[in-house]
């Protein structure tokens, strides 16, 4: 649950940077939810795919997984009215990288910031089992 959580906070802080950094990438209020959940689900079921397809057909372009995916996300939140406006090829381009490395940092980063305590607490309970002699 908390792994879901963190996934779709990463996503939208992803559109987020986006929205902040590019000026013809355009996130509507009320549609935001929508674009945070529709970039997430297909980034999570769009990877592994392309990543199949990649590895099958092209191998030397693995490491561009992530942008692709990112991509293709962005490009299907984009259809649905009313939340997500990508307009300009250097746009489209931009939001790409912009999204995926913000992302992925924050999927870097927040975990250790919102797990903290919960490591910090097993750290101070003690340890059951058997105690060797």
Excluded at 26 to 34: A, D, H, N, P, S
Excluded at 50 to 66: C, D, Q, S, V
Excluded at 82 to 97: D, E, H, P, Q, S
């Amino acid at each position: 649950m908390i792994r879901t959580l963190i996934y779709f906070a990463t996503s939208a802080l992803g559109l987020l940077a986006a929205t902040w950094l590019l000026p013809d990438f355009r996130m509507q209020l009320q549609g935001f939810v929508i674009a945070v959940v529709v970039f997430s689900i297909t980034q999570s079921v769009f990877t592994p795919f392309i990543a199949r397809m990649t590895n099958r057909y092209a191998p030397a372009a693995l490491g561009g997984i992530g942008l692709l995916s990112t991509w293709v996300s962005l490009f299907l939140a984009n259809l649905l009215p009313g939340g997500l406006t990508i307009t300009g090829w250097r746009t489209w381009v931009l939001a790409a990288l912009v999204v995926w490395m913000s992302s992925t940092l924050a999927a870097w980063l927040l975990p250790m910031f919102l797990l903290k305590k919960r490591l910090a607490a097993r750290k101070e309970r003690p340890a059951t089992g058997i105690a060797s002699a």
